[in-house]
């Protein structure tokens, strides 16, 4: 079976099982699924189908999953923006190629028709496939950001075998690829996604007090928030089981107070990007930087400190710019490594190093 019709038929089987936790309430397996037919007769309407590329606005919550979730079905091409990404809609609807745009405010959603886009080789060619696919763009902050497209088919594909599910909060956002990751694998899983408000430590504890989380990817810049914040204090997370971090270095000082204040909860390293996917990861050691990363549909290799990966969930390709994917597989993922006894622990970006005297160095 396609791994998406897996996808489907494994929420289908949940029925009546939780789903999403919003603060409107709780949504079944069986409710969320008929809150995606509903979006399929609105999709329908408005003249979105298969390889129809599809943006739409906002921030998780029971709709935008329903709406993610119908694209799926309707096996279009779903570019989930976040209110952050108005001032720069143009530009990413011109890269994407979206065709129609759905935004959410206080009186329901509304349609967009963006009209006649230009042909794009890459988008053309993975229409043809007949795969529902993803548009999401690296960050931009060393100039014009990139349009990745994903075939979800691929990256379902990853997550194919079953395990236990977990009460899971949608921390991350929803245009990275770790959000929808994130999304994907918990409802896959049969877990329950619990949406927020807003990303304030204080929001996050009550969502995890209310939702009765056991799962909170985060940042390590979050978690420092949380303690400096104190709304842990305020309310019970004792039904944390894990919190996973990554995108950037964590400091030793903050992984052990967490660890402290947490000791119910495991930490874990994640690592990921958004061409390759999310790679499984591994610690020796609950307080050590030191992992070891691959999993199930990839394979890693240190040249010269840096990091390569080669991924059976890579990206179709940047929209954009060259594929920086060689002939052979293997992506330089510009992260800089040190290895021991099979572990390795990252040290930063190549594009943080600058030479000094000779000597490659990270600046202060």
């Avoid at 499984?280 to 030191?290: E, I, N, V």
């Avoid at 572990?343 to 490659?360: H, T, Y």
Wanted: net charge neutral; with cysteine; hydrophobic share 40%.
């Amino acid at each position: 079976m396609p791994a998406f019709s897996e996808f489907i038929a494994r929420m289908t089987a949940r029925g009546a099982a939780p789903a999403v936790i919003s603060r409107a309430g709780e949504l079944s397996y069986a409710e969320l699924l008929r809150a995606s037919d509903r979006w399929i007769d609105r999709l329908q309407e408005h003249g979105v189908g298969a390889g129809t590329v599809c943006g739409y606005v906002g921030e998780f919550s029971p709709a935008t999953i329903a709406l993610f979730i119908a694209l799926m079905r309707r096996r279009a091409i779903a570019v989930p923006l976040t209110q952050n990404a108005e001032p720069d809609l143009d530009r990413f609807a011109e890269i994407a190629g979206i065709e129609r745009l759905i935004r959410f405010d206080r009186d329901g959603p509304t349609f967009s028709d963006l009209g006649v886009v230009a042909a794009n080789p890459l988008m053309d060619d993975f229409r043809r496939i007949g795969h529902p696919g993803l548009v999401v763009f690296t960050s931009g902050s060393t100039g014009r950001p990139k349009g990745i497209l994903h075939d979800l088919e691929r990256v379902l594909g990853k997550i194919a075998s079953e395990r236990a599910g977990w009460r899971t909060v949608l921390f991350l956002m929803m245009d990275h690829f770790g959000g929808v990751n994130t999304l994907l694998s918990t409802l896959a899983y049969g877990g329950v996604a619990i949406s927020l408000e807003q990303r304030s430590p204080e929001a996050v504890c009550q969502a995890i007090e209310q939702g009765r989380a056991e799962l909170l990817p985060t940042t390590p810049t979050f978690l420092n928030m949380i303690l400096a914040s104190g709304a842990r204090r305020h309310h019970e997370l004792s039904t944390l089981r894990l919190i996973t971090y990554g995108t950037e270095p964590m400091p030793e000082a903050t992984l052990r107070r967490i660890r402290e204040v947490m000791p119910q909860a495991e930490l874990k390293q994640t690592y990921g990007l958004s061409e390759l996917g999310v790679l499984h990861s591994q610690s020796p050691d609950p307080g050590s930087l030191w992992l070891r990363i691959g999993g199930k549909g990839f394979e890693t290799r240190v040249v010269e400190g840096m990091l390569h990966i080669r991924s059976a969930s890579s990206m179709v390709g940047y929209l954009n710019a060259p594929n920086p994917i060689d002939a052979d597989g293997w992506m330089n993922t510009g992260d800089l490594v040190e290895e021991k006894a099979g572990l390795i622990r990252f040290v930063g970006r190549a594009s943080e190093v600058i030479n000094v005297g000779g000597q490659k160095v990270f600046p202060m």
